[in-house]
């Protein structure tokens, strides 16, 4: 099979470096977007791997409908450059926690299923405040200092709760999902994908986190819903362990590497440069478990 692996870069590259090394085969290219705002990007150097570094770069905003942008970079660039299986999308602080060659058998194993996680709890009123009220300013939520920061949010809330009082809702006849935004889709997926992208781009223009349903609203209201591996786990739908606590996603710690390269999934997040001697025993551990399955066979 031929992979390619889309990672969303901003910060610690050197957890960045150490995911392209692990990734390093002749069966993957890889496509790197690295935020508008980070000045200088890393030189990444590869083997086996090409790299591709995306040309057109987003001013990613937390929240905003940019986070889409930014995955379309990476789809379209790597759809318009080689035939692909599959398509990875990857943070820049993710790590595999299996051997490429054992993460190629797997995708092979499930040839045309469609790995996206999908959240298992009743949000409906967290979507329709999320997707279908307008949301003025989204570039800046996260913005906390200053008068106009505050005018801004303040009349953002205000604006919120008129919407909520007259019962005002946008797109009334979608029905959307939500999951983790990191998923592995085939290229029928992302040719449908691709083929809709000025439409999605415009649904989502004034809303929160939409990157979190993007893909999920896509699938499961096309024929693609069909070929879903795991609609039940979030986890074991895309194949990431994601470390949420209490809502929010913290990083693994040093602890944790013997665990998680005992679970079934394939790649986790998020780690932190800080620590980057002790991932480098996730490499370890990977070239080993290598070995001992090419042991077991002789």
Known sequence: ????????????????????????????????????????????????????????????????????????????????????????????????????SEIDYFFTLHAGKEFIGFHQEDITEEL????????????????????VIFLKRLIRFSFLNLQKYIGYKRHKNKVFQKGTQWVSLTNNFVAYLLS??????????????????????ICWN?????????????????????????GEIKNYTSQEVEKLLDTPYLWGRKFTSQNIEDWKQI????STMCHERIDTTK
Request: net charge neutral; charged share 25%; glycine share 2%.
């Open 1 to 100: 099979m031929k992979h390619a692996y889309l990672i969303l870069a901003h910060a610690e590259f050197e957890v960045l470096r150490l995911l392209v090394a692990l990734l390093d085969n002749e069966k993957n290219d890889i496509y790197i977007h690295f935020d508008k705002k980070v000045k200088e990007p890393p030189r990444i150097n590869t083997v086996y791997s090409n790299v591709y570094p995306i040309e057109k770069r987003i001013d990613v905003r937390w929240a905003d409908v940019s986070m889409i942008e930014a995955e379309y970079a990476l789809f379209e660039a790597a759809y318009h450059n080689g035939n692909y299986d599959y398509f990875h999308l990857l943070s820049g602080v993710d790590l595999p926690l299996k051997p490429i």
């Open 128 to 147: 329709n405040r999320r997707l279908q009220r307008f949301h003025l300013f989204p570039k800046t939520f996260r913005e906390r200092t200053g008068i």
């Open 196 to 217: 809709i992208k000025e439409e999605q781009l415009s649904l989502y223009q004034n809303t929160f986190c939409a990157d979190e349903s993007f893909v999920q609203t």
């Open 222 to 246: 096309t024929p693609f819903r069909e070929h879903i591996y795991n609609a039940h786990h979030e986890g074991l739908g895309c194949m990431r362990a994601i470390n949420w606590v209490n």
């Open 283 to 286: 490499k370890e551990r990977i």
